[in-house]
T-cell receptor, first 115, second 109 residues
Framework: DAGVIQSPRHEVTEMGQEVTLRCKPISGHDYLFWYRQTMMRGLELLIY????????DSGMPEDRFSAKMPNASFSTLKIQPSEPRDSAVYFC?????????????FGEGSRLTVL | GIQVEQSPPDLILQEGANSTLRCNFSDSVNNLQWFHQNPWGQLINLFYIPSGTKQNGRLSATTVATERYSLLYISSSQTTDSGVYFCAGNTGTASKLTFGTGTRLQVTL
């Protein structure tokens, strides 16, 4: 089975531009998570969905960040406008619940550089 | 939310040595997972271990949820074990995992 698929793997953009990161979770998984990893702050949860519904977006840093999950096989994380401090690796992960969250499987990440 | 503390922060081993990594939680957890981030940045799930002991090859993990800690054992370490090891957990009915700051392991020849 294919794992979690993220695109693009690398993105370099200029400050002020819109950035869209994409994620395809593992088929059948009902939870989807967006994490951000930086040297300073480690792995931070930005937002997560259960059955395509956003459950907790308290980790989204600002209104410049938005995430959607229009169906069970696709999610996007958008940054508009982007800023240099948004530079990080963004991970998408999915999980199958067992009454509670099960094993978390990560995609390979999208490395974002904002100049 | 819970606080997750990992120790040691850094570890250097010679190939073939054994090691124990520790994860402490500020509260009792009902979900605990261990991950390995390899030098290429990939995050791999090693164990889903809310309680008890599990083994997978040279790796094993033990979680004592009531005492709020988990241990990851690496035996006969290999250079491919290098990377950062993270533990993550949650409490109550929360579905979001909180990650520790990791243990960076370097295995040398």
């Amino acid at each position: 089975d294919a794992g979690v698929i993220q695109s693009p793997r690398h993105e370099v953009t200029e400050m002020g531009q819109e950035v869209t990161l994409r994620c395809k979770p593992i088929s059948g998984h009902d939870y989807l998570f967006w994490y951000r990893q930086t040297m300073m702050r480690g792995l931070e949860l930005l937002i997560y969905f259960n059955n395509n519904v956003p459950i907790d977006d308290s980790g989204m840093p600002e209104d410049r960040f938005s995430a959607k999950m229009p169906n069970a096989s696709f999610s996007t994380l958008k940054i508009q406008p982007s800023e240099p401090r948004d530079s990080a690796v963004y991970f998408c992960a999915s999980s199958l619940s067992r009454g509670r969250i099960g094993e978390l499987f990560f995609g390979e990440g999208s490395r974002l550089t904002v100049l | 939310g819970i606080q997750v503390e990992q120790s040691p922060p850094d570890l250097i081993l010679q190939e073939g040595a054994n090691s124990t990594l520790r994860c402490n939680f500020s509260d009792s957890v009902n979900n605990l997972q261990w991950f390995h981030q390899n030098p290429w940045g990939q995050l791999i799930n090693l164990f889903y271990i809310p309680s008890g002991t599990k083994q997978n090859g040279r790796l094993s993990a033990t979680t004592v949820a009531t005492e709020r800690y988990s241990l990851l054992y690496i035996s006969s370490s290999q250079t491919t074990d290098s990377g950062v090891y993270f533990c993550a957990g949650n409490t109550g009915t929360a579905s979001k995992l909180t990650f520790g700051t990791g243990t960076r392991l370097q295995v040398t020849l």
